[in-house]
Structure formats: structure tokens, C-alpha cells
Nanobody, 114 residues
Framework: QVQLVESGGGLVQPGGSQRLSCTVS????????WAWYRQAPGKQRELVAS???????SYAASVKGRFTISRDDAKNAVYLQIDSLKPEDTAVYYC????????WGQGTQVTVSS
């Protein structure tokens, strides 16, 4: 059974930083392209960043230069460092493979507010 567990969210002031973590179990982590997604209130879930098995990264235009995705295959984990946070980054953040093959986890809430 595949499990995705996201953590690290919280309330942060504009301009602040957060580091999100996602631990994965139940599949062969290292062979997949992993990604972070987010869903803001009233909006569809969107792709934020992805990282290939070789470490190639890709970002949505809205977060490029502020977000950094990384992975640790030894720990079956994928991370998202989010800097220079803006109120519009407020959302529930989820991890999944780029092909969304796993059931969604509970996500982690990031709220950017002063």
C-alpha cells in the first residue's frame, strides 16, 4: 500500500520560508519523477515543481526562483524549500509522482499572512 505523508507546513509571514517534507512508502521511490502540487481555496490543484530520478528539476513560472525541490532516495523522501513566501502561496501542499500514480496524502497547509 502506497503512503504519502506530507509535513512542515504552518503559518508564516510574507517573505518568510518553510521547508516541506514528504515521506513515501510502498513503492520503489527511486525510479519515479516526484512532484509537489498545491491547492488553494476554491482553485484546482496545480503542479508546483518536479524532480526526476536524475535530479533534473522543473518549476511552475509562479514559483521559479523561490522554491527548490530536492529528493533523498535513501530516505524515500522529497522536499520543497519555499522562500520569499507570498500570500498567494497559501495552499495545501501535496506530493505525488509526476504521473500522480499514488492516492493523495493529507497534504500540509501553508498559510502566508501577516
Amino acid at each position: 500500500q502506497v503512503q504519502l505523508v506530507e509535513s512542515g507546513g504552518g503559518l508564516v509571514q510574507p517573505g518568510g520560508s518553510q521547508r516541506l517534507s514528504c515521506t513515501v512508502s510502498g513503492l520503489r521511490f527511486s525510479i519515479y519523477v516526484w512532484a509537489w502540487y498545491r491547492q488553494a481555496p476554491g482553485k484546482q490543484r496545480e503542479l508546483v515543481a518536479s524532480i526526476s530520478s536524475g535530479g533534473t528539476t522543473s518549476y511552475a513560472a509562479s514559483v521559479k526562483g523561490r522554491f527548490t525541490i530536492s529528493r533523498d532516495d535513501a530516505k524515500n523522501a522529497v522536499y520543497l524549500q519555499i522562500d520569499s513566501l507570498k500570500p498567494e502561496d497559501t495552499a495545501v501542499y501535496y506530493c505525488n509522482t509526476r504521473g500522480q500514480i499514488a492516492s493523495w496524502g493529507q497534504g500540509t497547509q501553508v498559510t502566508v499572512s501577516s
